[in-house]
C-alpha cells in the first residue's frame, strides 16, 4: 500500500502528504471524504465493507468513501473512489465536513472527512475486494440502526449521517 494522501490541519490547510498506512499507524490529520447516494424513494445506498479492508471490515458504512490523492480535488476524487468501489457514477455535491479520531486496532483514523451526496437510481456493481453487500435502506431506518446496534456500523457513519441531514 503505497498509497499517499494529504495531511491538513484543523481548518483544513495543506500539511504535507505521506504514505497511507504510515499516516494511519500515527493517528495523523490527513484529508478524506464519505460519499451517500440516494435514490428517488430518498433510500441511502449502504456498502458492507469487505472482511480484507484494512480495517473496519465487515461493517456497514456509507455508499464509499476515501481519500483524495495529492494534487487531487475532492470531488473528483470522490466520483473516482465511487467508480471503483461501487461500479456506477453520478454527480456529487458538498454535504458538510467534520473532523473525527477513533482507534480501530493498531491504526488510527483522524480525519477531516468531506461529506458528499449524489443521487442515484440503479444497482450497483461493486468491487468485490472492496464490497462485502450492499443495501438501499430508508434514512429512518438507518439512523434507527445506528441508535439501536452502533457495532454494526463504521464509527465514522453517525457524524458522516448528520452532515447528511443537514
Known amino acids: 500500500m503505497n498509497e499517499r494522501v494529504i495531511l491538513v490541519d484543523q481548518s483544513d490547510r495543506l500539511a504535507g502528504e505521506a504514505e497511507k498506512l504510515e499516516v494511519h499507524r500515527q493517528g495523523r490529520l490527513h484529508r478524506a471524504f464519505s460519499v451517500f447516494v440516494l435514490d428517488a424513494l430518498g433510500r441511502v445506498l449502504l456498502q458492507r465493507r469487505a472482511a480484507g479492508k484494512y480495517h473496519s471490515g ?23 473512489r465511487l467508480a471503483e468501489e461501487m461500479g456506477f457514477q453520478c454527480p456529487l455535491e458538498p454535504a458538510g465536513a467534520f473532523i473525527y479520531r477513533a482507534a480501530l486496532g493498531d491504526l488510527v483514523e483522524h480525519e477531516y472527512d468531506h461529506v458528499l451526496r449524489g443521487r442515484f437510481d440503479g444497482d450497483p456493481r461493486p468491487d468485490p475486494a472492496e464490497v462485502e453487500a450492499w443495501q438501499w435502506m430508508p434514512f429512518e431506518a438507518l439512523e434507527a440502526g445506528l441508535a ?7 464509527v465514522w457513519l453517525p457524524e458522516a449521517v448528520k452532515r447528511l441531514r443537514g
Open 148 to 154: 439501536a446496534r452502533p457495532g454494526d456500523y463504521t
Open 58 to 80: 465487515r461493517l456497514w458504512s456509507n455508499t464509499c468513501c476515501g481519500h483524495p490523492r495529492p494534487g487531487e480535488d475532492i470531488r473528483a476524487a470522490a466520483e473516482r
